[in-house]
């Protein structure tokens, strides 16, 4: 019943984003200016678009291939392959369909919003939310189906405890899709950007989105394929692979609460959509007040319904004789406060009216390098407070889940106290549609913008407009902080369950094998003070810090093509500049997709294939390394599981668990520097433009504009990246345990 009617609230949600597409696309348009822009932003996303998901979709047919002869190698695996493989594909598939229909939407609500703001502020508010809720309707509800329908397909309703393991793939294919696209789009977005302020605004003294630079247009095209499409994927990557894993944490827990454990996290999503839509509805502004106010309110209404669905979830399903729902409910209260927590805590480090982004504009009046080097300070500075959080979230809900299931007997406290934190991680989910809706309203009102200033519409059009972008810049820098906070309490739970799944595994292996397995036997204890496990955490770390250093050179080296083709159509062309003649801004678009597709392709085959590498060949070279592989006396008390009087090489596990766990760790709080230091650094240039310390074409406001470019591709190229990396490098070793082992 719970799983039926998950399934049908989340195909309810699409029923209700395709009637929220009709309404947009059925909107006014404006004047034949505005749409001329509005086509051209249109076209190059819709190009850009489908040229990234033919190279995505090729290297997904190829990891297939390889998925599925590495499974049929091992004649233990290989019942598997099939399945695995189904499921990997309909998960990226998913996934590129998720951030497909977030774009397709958003391009055509910036020019109703745009047009909608010649009437007033609320109706043009409306229209951007409604058109960014398509995108969060889409990704929770597709995320959703794809798992039920996969879960049914593969027999969950027969083999519940079973069925959780082979999805994976899901959690794989959706966390592939997400990381080109987010790093893909990008490159793409601050390349064109970085290109269009160092020409535009610091050599030629025009101002932001204007019709006379040629890079404009490739700028505005960037909203969307970085901030839709990209973070759309993000997202449903998320959704989808914390479910996963929640799923298979509830397995674990299959003697006490049946099915119904392990189906909770589809139905916390099914309720998720319903209060997102409410809050969604109920947002309204008045031609006087902040937008941020409105959109405020409908993140209570939503995060209020949640908790109410939360309850009713929690008492109706994880319910039983020996069970305290009341501490499991904390547990989902715990991390809606972490959610709420993390957004105020974005807040600070980004809003102009608090201290860090203050001092970064002070600190721009004695020139680009005081700038940089305060921005870079508040940057590091920014990891502190979310971490404490992190880990009061993560210890209160372990503590949480062993207490209100303390009277279950036959189960670890480590397991009850683990699947406290997957309540946890679903309840700061709960929320999630909601708050995609306002991160895509971000790019649909910076496009409405872009469209009113290069159409030359009347200065009151423009200040709403500018109200609306200022909210929306608002939404992008929270919707990044929540989704580094849900990826650093998923990338827990997913360790959580590559753990449990290693256990699995080993225990199937020895039982096949009439091996030994110690009493109360668990993977759980990796220690770092052997050699393989430390030279796997090593890497992990390094691995973060080299991907980002590839995905900010690749935005450098990009935004010098867009930065050299600027400059040439200027000096080619001096009626540019005059506004005698119109810059050719295909030119700009068709050169940034071309490097942006190819730069992506390096960072991301670093990220698939060192987990791999590193767990084969430390399953194969390091017995030496580990006393646990010796060769027993016979008759001896084993303190691992054996098979034929020899441990079981855990070596290629062990070092793949070091490497995904430093590799979280380093990951989220790199992540957090980079997202929180490049927004400080975005808002105190525009804190400096709004007249303070001299306003614009000041020193402080070149310095600043200096600040803003470094930032850029840390807040939305490797930062966001990084959000997707964590939680790739654990669905990967979730798929590939087997090879392991």
């Known amino acids: 019943m719970w799983l039926w009617i998950a399934m049908g609230v989340g195909v309810l949600a699409l029923v209700a984003a395709m009637m929220l597409v009709r309404a947009v696309v059925a909107a006014d348009t404006g004047t034949p200016d505005m749409q001329a822009i509005s086509d051209a932003i249109r076209e190059g996303a819709e190009a850009f678009l489908r040229r990234q998901y033919r190279t995505i979709g090729s290297i997904a047919v190829v990891l297939a291939i390889l998925l599925f002869v590495g499974y049929h190698l091992s004649a233990r695996t290989s019942p598997y392959a099939a399945k695995t493989v189904v499921s990997f594909l309909v998960g990226a598939l998913c996934s590129a369909l998720a951030g497909y229909t977030g774009m397709y939407c958003s391009i055509r609500a910036n020019i109703r919003t745009a047009s909608a703001a010649r009437t007033s502020l609320n109706q043009a508010l409306r229209m951007a939310l409604h058109g960014g809720a398509v995108t969060g309707l889409v990704v929770v509800a597709l995320a959703l189906l794809g798992i039920a329908v996969l879960f049914l397909f593969f027999g969950g309703l027969e083999n519940p405890q079973a069925v959780p393991y082979q999805l994976v793939g899901f959690g794989f294919g959706a966390s592939l899709v997400a990381l080109f696209a987010q790093l893909g789009g990008g490159i793409y977005t601050k390349a064109a950007d970085v290109g269009a302020d160092l020409v535009g605004k610091v050599e030629a003294g025009i101002p932001e989105d204007d019709p006379r630079n040629p890079a404009v247009i490739a700028d505005l095209v960037g909203d969307n394929v970085g901030d839709c499409a990209g973070r759309g994927a993000d997202l449903f990557e998320s959704t989808a692979a914390e479910n996963v894993g929640a799923m298979i944490l509830g397995a674990a827990l299959y003697p006490v609460f049946g099915v119904r454990g392990i189906l909770f996290p589809l139905v916390v999503h ?10 969604v509805f109920v947002v309204k502004t008045r031609e006087d007040e902040d937008p941020m106010h409105a959109l405020n309110k409908g993140f209570y209404v939503t995060s209020a319904l949640a908790l109410l669905g939360f309850a009713g979830a929690v008492y109706g399903m994880l319910n039983g004789p020996l069970v305290q729902p009341l501490w499991l409910l904390g547990c989902g209260v715990i ?16 809003e102009s009216i608090y201290r860090p982004v203050k001092s970064i504009a002070e600190a721009s009046l004695t020139g680009p390098a005081t700038n940089i080097i305060s921005g870079l300070a508040v940057g590091m500075e920014t990891p502190a407070m979310p971490v404490v959080v992190i880990s009061a979230a993560l210890l209160m809900s372990y503590y949480f889940g062993v207490q209100g299931l303390a009277g279950v007997s036959g189960v670890s406290d480590y397991a009850k106290g683990i699947y406290g934190t997957a ?6 989910l709960s929320c999630a549609a909601y708050i995609l809706a306002m991160d895509t309203f971000g790019p649909i009102t910076d496009n409405a913008g872009g469209i009113i200033e290069m159409s030359h519409q ?28 849900s990826a650093s309490l998923a990338a827990f739970l997913l360790f959580s369950a590559y753990l449990e799944e290693i256990k699995t595994i080993v225990t199937d292996k020895v039982a096949h094998a009439g091996g030994y397995m110690p009493m109360g036997w668990s993977f759980t204890n ?20 080299l991907f980002s250093s590839l995905a900010i050179k690749a935005v450098g080296r990009t935004a010098q093509m867009v930065v050299q083709d600027v400059r040439a159509q200027f000096r080619e062309n001096p009626g540019i500049m005059e506004g005698t003649a119109k810059p050719d801004y295909g030119r700009c678009v068709h050169i940034v997709t071309g490097a942006a597709l190819k730069e992506m392709v390096v960072p991301g085959v670093l990220v698939v294939g060192l987990p791999v590498v590193v767990g084969l060949v430390f399953r194969h070279f390091s017995s030496s390394y580990l006393a646990s592989s010796a060769i027993y006396a016979p008759g001896a008390v084993l303190p691992v599981p054996a098979i034929a009087g020899q441990a079981v090489n855990l070596a290629g596990a062990e070092a793949v668990a070091g490497l995904l766990m430093v590799g979280t760790i380093s990951g989220v709080l790199l992540a957090m520097l980079m997202n929180n230091g490049g927004g400080a650094w975005d808002n105190a240039k525009k804190f400096i433009e709004s007249g303070q310390y001299g306003g614009k074409k000041s020193e402080a406001h070149k310095a600043a504009v200096v600040g803003d470019t470094v930032g850029d591709p840390f807040k939305d190229t490797a930062g966001p990246s990084l959000h997707v990396l964590i939680k790739l490098l654990a669905t990967i070793t979730l798929v590939l345990a087997p090879l392991f082992v």
């Open 270 to 279: 099914a309720i998720n959509l319903v209060a997102s839509t409410v809050g």
């Open 335 to 350: 991390g809606l406060a972490t959610a709420f927590l993390f957004v105020w805590i974005t807040e600070y480090y980004t």
């Open 423 to 428: 309540i946890a991680t679903m309840g700061m």
């Open 458 to 485: 009347p200065h009151e059009i423009r200040e709403r407009t500018d109200k609306l972008d200022s909210a929306g810049n608002t939404t992008k820098a929270l919707t990044k902080g929540y989704a580094i906070g």
């Open 526 to 545: 990796i220690n770092l003070a052997q050699v393989p496990v430390f030279v796997g955490a090593l890497l992990g770390g390094m691995l973060t810090y």
